[in-house]
T-cell receptor, first 116, second 108 residues
Framework: DAGVTQSPTHLIKTRGQHVTLRCSPISGHKSVSWYQQVLGQGPQFIFQYYEKEERGRGNFPDRFSARQFPNYSSELNVNALLLGDSALYLC???????????????FGPGTRLTVL | DAKTTQPTSMDCAEGRAANLPCNHSTISGNEYVYWYRQIHSQGPQYIIHGLKNNETNEMASLIITEDRKSSTLILPHATLRDTAVYYCIPHAGNMLTFGGGTRLMVKP
């Protein structure tokens, strides 16, 4: 079975540009979450989507947005890029959208974004 | 989500059991204890989770104290490939809150 896939693997942008990152969840998973991991730190929660609706949002500015499509894939968009947005962006999928026993999240390999 | 306290780093000899402790004294009644690990430059990997009872799967065992204020992840026969940062995360909602984790170094 294919795991969570993310594209692109690496990306280099300049300040002020816009970026779109993509994620395909594990087949059958309806929930997708996005995390940002800055070098040397643990991942930080950005968004969760379940059944195409936003279920949670972390402490990130409005420059960050996301959406989920009918096939449960997802996009993360970041506008007006800053140097501090350089990070590994991780996507995770899960069966459930909230608490419950079957709520483990399975992560993709991430997209490494470098902002120059 | 509850706050956690984990050792910053631990060493373990290859082939021996690795016991990784975690304190989560403020855990809520509906929060499960999840363990993830992250091997360098890869996405976090789910290991195991539990609510009250001890759990075991093909990767590890999870021992949760009766008062649920602490837990221990056990890797029964550590290999070099188990070298990673291990995160203990009490979790009930829709987001995982990663702390600093424990950097486990498995040595030959």
């Amino acid at each position: 079975d294919a795991g969570v896939t993310q594209s692109p693997t690496h990306l280099i942008k300049t300040r002020g540009q816009h970026v779109t990152l993509r994620c395909s969840p594990i087949s059958g998973h309806k929930s997708v979450s996005w995390y940002q991991q800055v070098l040397g730190q643990g991942p930080q929660f950005i968004f969760q989507y379940y059944e195409k609706e936003e279920r949670g949002r972390g402490n990130f500015p409005d420059r960050f947005s996301a959406r989920q499509f009918p096939n449960y894939s997802s996009e993360l968009n970041v506008n007006a890029l800053l140097l501090g947005d350089s990070a590994l962006y991780l996507c995770a999928s899960s069966l459930a959208g909230s608490s419950g026993y079957y709520n483990e999240q399975f992560f993709g390999p991430g997209t490494r974004l470098t902002v120059l | 989500d509850a706050k956690t306290t984990q050792p910053t780093s631990m060493d373990c000899a290859e082939g021996r059991a690795a016991n990784l402790p975690c304190n989560h004294s403020t855990i809520s009644g509906n929060e499960y204890v999840y363990w993830y690990r992250q091997i360098h430059s890869q996405g976090p990997q789910y290991i195991i989770h539990g609510l009250k009872n001890n759990e075991t799967n093909e990767m590890a065992s999870l021992i949760i104290t009766e008062d649920r204020k602490s837990s221990t992840l056990i890797l029964p026969h550590a290999t070099l490939r188990d070298t990673a940062v291990y995160y203990c995360i009490p979790h009930a909602g829709n987001m995982l809150t990663f702390g600093g984790g424990t950097r486990l170094m498995v040595k030959p």
